[in-house]
């Protein structure tokens, strides 16, 4: 990776506006420092701080543009199990961002209905996130319906109309 490539890379993470927690915020700003100083750049997708990928923490915080640079540096990374036992899809599919979920998925679509240490799969992340297209599409690339998110589609007086949208989506499967 070249020097202008890193720092691209730098540009496009910084420039996203996006929330990241304070917690994330300082693992990717210590993975970016990584990069600095780290001459492979199977070094730079593998690195972790605090349980978590460069690519995670990208996902995590909705940083659509980085992570598909990342994805284009070194798609494998997608297949990287990190904390708690998520994906990046995970993450992805919690953003209800459907081009970084299509691009996550793209990169390592195995993770689809992969469960989480918690047992939640990405299509749970989706449905909690209220993302309809993120849940439609994951259920045209096959994701089952496991229990945890057939619960959490049940009604309740809080429902907005994304999650009746999301819960009509459920029940056509």
Same mark, same amino acid.
């Given at each position: %990776?070249? +020097?202008? *490539? ?8 910084? @420039? ?8 994330? @915020?300082? @693992? !990717? *700003?210590?993975?970016? $420092? ?12 593998? *690195? ?5 990928? /460069?690519?995670? !923490?990208c996902c995590g915080s909705g ?5 598909? =640079?990342?994805? +284009?540096? @070194? ?5 990287? $199990?990190?904390? $708690? &036992? %998520? ?12 081009? /970084?979920v299509q691009a996550v998925y ?7 209905? *992969?469960?989480?240490? &918690? ?5 749970? =992340? ?15 690339? &096959? ?14 007086? =809080? ?7 999301? $819960? ?6």
């Open positions: %990776m070249s +020097n202008s *490539e890193l720092a691209n890379l730098f540009a496009v993470c910084e @420039a996203e506006n996006s929330s990241i927690s304070i917690d994330d @915020a300082i @693992a !990717l *700003e210590a993975l970016i $420092r990584a990069v600095r100083t780290t001459p492979s750049i199977t070094s730079l997708f593998g *690195e972790t701080v605090n349980g978590k990928t /460069l690519l995670s !923490l940083k659509t543009n980085c992570a598909i =640079f990342v994805l +284009n540096y @070194a798609p494998e990374s997608a297949s990287t $199990r990190f904390s $708690r &036992g %998520m994906f990046s899809l995970h993450w992805a599919a919690g953003t209800g961002d459907l081009k /970084l793209e990169a390592y679509p195995l993770a689809l209905n *992969e469960p989480t240490d &918690g047992g939640n799969t990405p299509l749970y =992340f989706a449905v909690d996130s209220e993302a309809v297209e993120v849940v439609e599409y994951l259920l045209t690339k &096959g994701a089952f319906l496991p229990e945890s998110v057939l619960s959490h589609c049940a009604p309740s007086e =809080f429902d907005s109309e994304y999650s009746t949208r999301v $819960r009509e989506i459920i029940s056509s499967v």
